[in-house]
């Protein structure tokens, strides 16, 4: 990793800007979940992760409360991770098919990982303010992440955090639906996909399946690799 991205890492890990945020995630690494009682939470923000010369980027919400929060890597360690995973393996994204924990010997291909708000925030719904403070921080990943081309928004709150961050950063107004699989072009050039988060709740629901999944990413990679 570039000696940019380390610094930028080691800002991200020490922040403390948004004192809900920082209350927030002491709390759930102090009294923790039962089934995790004995581990030690990494209670910190949380920095992106993976290929830093990607042309994907999966932008994320926040990391969870027992998942990202507990790991110290987002999208780590819980049972949306579990099925993501999966998927990203049949897609050729990742060497192996889980993400348990930061030493598990995960590798992602041609793409990075980030939360648009790195610390976890109560009930998942981050304030304004919390965001534009967090923004700083995505700004730079993207100014870093020099080849990504594609991103994709986990989620609506995801991908509603990203057309945040480009209605400040760009002036840009035109608004856009949310939908898995739905693909838009951005003022930058670069293309944003919708995907449904793969939560437990949308997968035991029948909104994403594995077959849904493995289909949008396979796609994306198909996608990322004709766009120069």
């Known amino acids: 990793m570039s000696i940019k991205f380390q610094k930028l890492n080691k800002s991200i890990i020490n922040c403390s800007k948004c004192p809900r945020l920082v209350k927030f995630r002491k709390k759930i690494s102090t009294t923790k979940r ?19 010369n990607a042309k994907i980027l999966v932008v994320g919400l926040a990391p969870a409360a027992h998942g990202g929060t507990r790991t110290g890597r987002v999208f780590t360690g819980n049972k949306s991770s579990d099925f993501l995973y999966k998927c990203l393996h049949k897609a050729k994204i990742s060497n192996q098919s889980n993400s348990d924990h930061i030493n598990d010997g995960l590798k992602i291909y041609n793409t990075y990982f980030t939360p648009a708000l790195k610390c976890v925030p109560p009930q998942d719904k981050p304030e304004k303010k919390e965001l534009d403070n967090c923004f700083i921080y995505l700004k730079q990943e993207f100014e870093l992440l020099k080849n990504v081309k594609i991103i994709v928004a986990l989620g609506k709150i995801g991908f509603d955090a990203c057309m945040y961050f480009y209605k400040k950063k760009y002036d840009f107004k035109e608004k856009l639906k949310f939908g898995h699989g739905f693909i838009y072009r951005l003022p ?7 995907c ?22 396979t796609k994306v ?4 690799k004709k766009m120069s």
């Open 221 to 224: 990679s198909k996608l990322s």
């Open 196 to 217: 449904y988060h793969p939560s437990p709740r949308n997968v035991n629901t029948g909104r994403i399946n594995e077959k849904k999944m493995v289909a949008l990413f």
């Open 34 to 52: 039962k089934q995790y009682i004995n581990e030690t939470y990494w209670g910190k923000p949380i920095t992106g992760f993976g290929d830093i």
């Open 188 to 194: 930058n050039n670069m293309k944003i996909v919708g």
